[in-house]
Structure formats: structure tokens, C-alpha cells
């Protein structure tokens, strides 16, 4: 899984897929 940090804070869980699991 990788932890994608944006600059407004947003945080995507991002499977080994490239698929977007969840949204924080």
C-alpha cells in the first residue's frame, strides 16, 4: 500500500494495484 501525501492534505490508500482503496 502507499500513502500518497498531497499538498491540500489529502491523503489517498493506493493498493499495489494503482487502485484507490480510500480516501482520508
Known sequence: VITEAK???HVSLIDHS???EASI
Open 18 to 20: 494503482g487502485n484507490v
Open 7 to 9: 499538498p491540500s492534505n
